[in-house]
């Protein structure tokens, strides 16, 4: 009875719109709240074992959450709208992943690179002190909101996140942003958002990736190494400030490397540097090598045209 309970209150209060996006466990959609009139997103999970109590902990996680950088959340129905699904009900991000909406011009710069990783920062700084631990920063869980005057970078799924007041082993979900230490499944924590927080600055910067190569075993090699380097073709003109704090997050050994407070007081980011422009081409790459059918087929829009409006998206 409680679960027909759950369900009624579910439908009685959405309606469910189109579906955005899938995750690995969870699909999205748009939906709107009966009574308020708001728009929200419905992040439903489906319920493997175990899973109702990982549901539950991401959205506990999210219920505490006060950054404009991260994604709210507004409640958690179990089992609804169907057995076995759970549902958490999130703020609705009104526009693409960030590199997606990068990709829309031919060309951005340094600057754009600067912007972000400044408000990406700031989100996981504020997530640090909580002793909260996201481990899952990739392309596909930072998106930008588009619905106020300038966009908003928004960091979602919390699906990974820990309180790292405990030490944890996590099997690497994605291995192009996993640190040495959740390669190895060592203990991760705060110094493992740090490392992928460099991968994700350093493909701003550059649209490549630092350690991918031909095979698993050979890009596993390479994080175990900290094998990468600055190659002229992409970063000649990328300012030493940046690829100084590139370097500094990418440290092999956690305990050396930049935290996010460091790092929004690194030179890169208190300092002006001359505008460098970085084609799109590169980046767009990336993005369709990970989602070969997400990407607008269409030609990039020229710089000077109309913004798209994130109604394009949803
Ligand atoms: P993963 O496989 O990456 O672990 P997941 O199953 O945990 O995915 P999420 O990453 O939380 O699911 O969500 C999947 C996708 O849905 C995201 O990549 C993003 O594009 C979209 N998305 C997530 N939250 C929202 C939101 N609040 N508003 C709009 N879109 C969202």
Known sequence: DTLRWQQEQFRNRYIELEEISRGRFSVVRRAKDRGTNVEVALKQVTRRRQAQHITQCEYSLLA??????????????????LPGLDTIVLELVRGPLLFTFICEHDEYTEDTVKTYSRQLMSALSWLHQKDISHLDIKPENVMVDLSSSSPVLKLVDFGDSVNTSKSVILPPACLEFASPELVLGQPVGKHTDYWATGVFLYVLLSGVSPFLDDSMEETTANILKCDYCFPDDYFREISVEAKDLVRKLL?????????????????????????????????????????????????TSPANSEPNTYKSYI
């Open 64 to 81: 505490g959450m006060q950054h404009v950088n991260i994604i709210r959340s507004m409640a958690l129905f179990d089992n609804a709208p």
């Open 251 to 299: 440290a092999l050994v956690p305990s050396q490397r930049n935290s996010m407070d460091q790092s929004l007081t690194s030179a890169w980011m208190t300092t002006e540097q001359k505008s460098v422009v970085i084609p799109s081409n590169r980046l767009k790459t990336f993005m369709l090598r990970r989602h070969p059918i997400n990407l607008p087929t269409t030609p």
